[in-house]
């Protein structure tokens, strides 16, 4: 003890270290009350109005993200439909107007063929006429000629 004593006494301690450690410990437990826990409420509201909103940020970051996802899912499945829907539709729009062309094909074949016969008919009627002129023709086109 004697050296403990003289290393206090070599540090310039004397005998108000007793009621110095008293009042330090007073002050202590008072602060802690007052101040310390007042601090520490202050320092986790703020935590937790930080470094959590952080982690609550990322969650709805991850929501919007999987949101996101779901939306371009059921964007590309509607495109998808729709794209079936209209290839379908255009399908059988070219069946019904095929229908229809080789309707009106056939009808105008038809005409065409009558009108070829009825224009032949004439060609036919037209020749046999000029040919049954021909005698009388080139009987003016001699005589023309040596007159």
Not at 2 to 18: A, E, M, N, R
Not at 34 to 61: G, H, M, P, Q, Y
Not at 98 to 115: D, M, Q, S, W, Y
């Amino acid at each position: 003890m004697d050296k403990v004593i003289q290393i206090f006494t070599q540090l310039g301690v004397d005998s108000t270290i007793f009621a110095q450690f008293a009042i330090f410990t007073v002050l202590f437990f008072v602060l802690k009350y007052v101040w310390f826990n007042k601090l520490l409420s202050v320092i986790e509201l703020r935590e937790n109005s930080t470094t959590k909103r952080d982690s609550n940020a990322n969650e709805k970051f991850n929501e919007a993200d999987k949101l996101a996802q779901k939306y371009d899912d059921e964007i590309q499945d509607t495109y998808a439909e729709t794209f079936k829907n209209v290839n379908s539709k255009k399908e059988a729009l070219l069946k019904e107007e095929g229908v229809r062309i080789r309707e009106v094909e056939g009808k105008l074949a038809t005409e065409f063929e009558a009108k070829r016969a009825e224009l032949e008919e004439d060609y036919k009627a037209k020749k046999s006429q000029v040919l049954s002129s021909v005698d009388s023709l080139s009987g003016d086109l001699v005589n023309k000629l040596l007159n």
